[in-house]
T-cell receptor, first 114, second 117 residues
Framework: DTAVSQTPKYLVTQMGNDKSIKCEQN?????MYWYKQDSKKFLKIMFS???????INETVPNRFSPKSPDKAHLNLHINSLELGDSAVYFC?????????????FGPGTRLTVT | AQKITQTQPGMFVQEKEAVTLDCTYD???????LFWYKQPSSGEMIFLIY??????QNATEGRYSLNFQKARKSANLVISASQLGDSAMYFC??????????????FGQGTTLQVKP
């Protein structure tokens, strides 16, 4: 049983295209996150949703739009992809984002923009 | 501002020996959590251990222990009896719960650990 799953695992696309990454968790957690890991392996929060409500929106370009249809799903849509968007994107979930519960990460989606 | 610092970009350890990975943090929030994650070459992020700021005792999970020194703002990870499978990148992270933080993790730069046979 995969606790946090992401699709696709790899995504190769050209500049200017629009793409989506899907995330699902079956842990019954209330809070979900998107993190970006750059080429130097640095991880940074992008967004967080708690029970379908956006609670964290770091300084991310408007081209990135998260959507949470229900508390088990958090998708990431990226418009007009740029070379600098190439990275690994991780989805994560935690029991309650208001407290210090561990976050469980998905396997990551490696996005390559050419 | 909250910050996590890992000053060791790379570490080597002999198999079966213990190793300490350093982590210092900075926050003005009285309530926070400290985490360690392992990222093997396959890329997934694996949760290892958690320490709460109000916890009196150091956290332990199997071969992992967290050496928490609150006054020095350090949260070092100790891996005992290293195994070849411990070779990976290790990230220290913090979540704080002041206004607006809502549990996001702030990560350090990571330390690459290589275990030698």
């Amino acid at each position: 049983d995969t606790a946090v799953s992401q699709t696709p695992k790899y995504l190769v696309t050209q500049m200017g295209n629009d793409k989506s990454i899907k995330c699902e968790q079956n842990l019954g957690h209330d809070t979900m996150y998107w993190y970006k890991q750059d080429s130097k392996k640095f991880l940074k929060i992008m967004f967080s949703y708690n029970n379908k409500e956006l609670i964290i929106n770091e300084t991310v370009p408007n081209r990135f739009s998260p959507k949470s249809p229900d508390k088990a799903h958090l998708n990431l849509h990226i418009n007009s992809l740029e070379l600098g968007d190439s990275a690994v994107y991780f989805c994560a979930s935690s029991q309650d984002g208001r407290l210090s519960y561990e976050q469980y990460f998905g396997p990551g989606t490696r996005l390559t923009v050419t | 501002a909250q910050k996590i610092t890992q000053t060791q970009p790379g570490m080597f350890v002999q198999e079966k020996e213990a190793v300490t990975l350093d982590c210092t943090y900075d926050t003005s929030d009285p309530s926070y959590g400290l985490f360690w994650y392992k990222q093997p070459s396959s890329g997934e992020m694996i949760f290892l251990i958690y320490q709460g700021s109000y916890d009196q005792q150091n956290a332990t999970e199997g071969r992992y222990s967290l050496n928490f020194q609150k006054a020095r703002k350090s949260a070092n990870l100790v891996i005992s009896a290293s195994q070849l499978g411990d070779s990976a990148m290790y990230f220290c992270a913090m979540s704080a719960h002041g206004s607006g933080n809502t549990g996001k993790l702030i990560f350090g730069q990571g330390t690459t650990l290589q275990v030698k046979p």
